[in-house]
């Protein structure tokens, strides 16, 4: 939008940018990625159990994540990228994930509902493969204090 300017009986235009509808638009971009960020890093939707004694899960390195669902099914996260499998198909795709892998370390998201027998044969599956360091991922128990 111009407006006019008189100086010394010499009329100039002025014109400079309306920057409110961009601000309006960045807001709103704002808000629905701070919406939305939340609900795409989650992954699978499993309860997990809690425990006391946790430790921070490492920031360096590749991370393969395995998520158990209550009902048993199995999803295969590798560096963001989550596909379901099955357990007759884990010894394999445990194989193709660490084949440059330096360390075979595998993180465990277990739903806390789920059977202790079907969590005994995923695990024989992925000894099978030859995966030696399994760690499990809780949530924070919290305390009296808390």
Same mark, same amino acid.
């Given at each position: 939008? /111009? ?5 010394? @009986? !010499? $009329?100039?235009? %002025?014109?400079?940018?309306? &920057?409110?509808?961009?601000? @309006? ?6 808000? +629905? ?8 890093? !989650?992954?699978? @939707?499993?309860? *997990?159990?809690?425990? *006391? ?5 490492? $920031?360096?390195?590749? %991370? ?6 209550? =009902? ?5 996260? +590798? ?15 445990? $194989?193709?994930?660490? *084949?440059?892998?330096?360390? !075979? ?5 277990? =739903?806390?509902?789920?059977?202790? #027998?079907?969590? &005994? =044969?995923?695990? =024989?599956?992925?000894?099978?493969? #030859?995966?030696?360091? +399994? /760690?499990? +991922?809780?949530?924070? !128990?919290?305390?009296?204090? $808390?």
């Amino acid at each position: 939008m /111009g407006f006019t300017v008189s100086v010394n @009986d !010499k $009329e100039t235009v %002025k014109s400079e940018p309306n &920057v409110v509808p961009l601000c @309006d638009v960045l807001l709103v971009l704002l808000i +629905i990625f701070m919406v939305v960020t939340p609900l795409v890093q !989650k992954g699978v @939707d499993v309860q *997990l159990p809690s425990a *006391l004694n946790t430790t921070q899960i490492p $920031e360096s390195g590749t %991370k393969v994540v395995l998520s158990i669902k209550a =009902d048993g099914a199995l999803f295969l996260q +590798i560096e963001g990228r989550e596909n379901r499998i099955a357990l007759e198909g884990l010894n394999q795709a445990l $194989e193709e994930a660490f *084949l440059t892998a330096s360390e !075979k370390k595998l993180f465990i998201r277990a =739903d806390s509902n789920l059977e202790f #027998g079907k969590m &005994v =044969d995923i695990i =024989d599956a992925i000894r099978e493969a #030859g995966i030696e360091l +399994i /760690g499990i +991922i809780t949530e924070r !128990k919290a305390t009296e204090g $808390e």
